[in-house]
């Protein structure tokens, strides 16, 4: 009787210890995906910063003119594919009656707000989306978007 009692004691702790060990490898791919997501999520918020530097160069670069008005917004691909921002330039801050502000005036898709000051002529307010391509395997098929809004002076 004793034997039989010692396989019950025994199939008993390899049930446990499979028990705990379920629930750490659970725990563990957990870890993986949090960790994972973390690293797609900074390097697109990387990405979004260098998208506002880009596009404030194109802002800066642009020949507005009466025909062209001013730029409404800029597309920007990463090289690897991973990441892709839509830069919306959604409102500027000219000086009040500057060459600027004549030609942006017949656009669409941003607003023109004429102000006084030197200090503020050429703010605009930036409207950034950042999505990651889920369909690259570099990014797992993680789907992160993020959104910012901003005032820059280009």
């Known amino acids: 009787m004793r034997r039989g009692f010692g396989l019950m004691q025994a199939l008993m702790v390899i049930v446990l210890i499979s028990g705990l060990m379920v629930v750490v ?4 791919q957990y870890s993986i995906k949090q960790t994972k997501d ?3 999520r900074e390097s697109a918020e990387l990405f979004m910063n260098s998208a506002i530097e880009l596009s404030l160069l194109a802002i800066q670069g642009y020949k507005r003119s009466s025909t062209n008005h001013c730029l409404s917004d800029v597309n920007i691909t990463s090289s690897d594919q991973r990441f892709s921002a839509d830069v919306n330039i959604t409102d500027y801050y ?3 009656d500057s060459n600027d502000s004549t030609f942006c005036s017949g656009g669409s898709g941003y607003a023109v707000h004429d102000i006084t000051t030197e200090d503020s002529h050429g703010m605009v307010m930036l409207e950034i989306t950042v999505e990651a391509n889920n369909s690259n395997p570099k990014n797992h098929g993680t789907k992160i978007i993020l959104r910012r809004r901003t005032l ?3």
């Open 152 to 154: 820059q002076r280009p």
């Open 25 to 28: 490898m659970k725990y563990a």
């Open 38 to 40: 973390l690293y797609i």
């Open 94 to 96: 000219l000086l009040k």
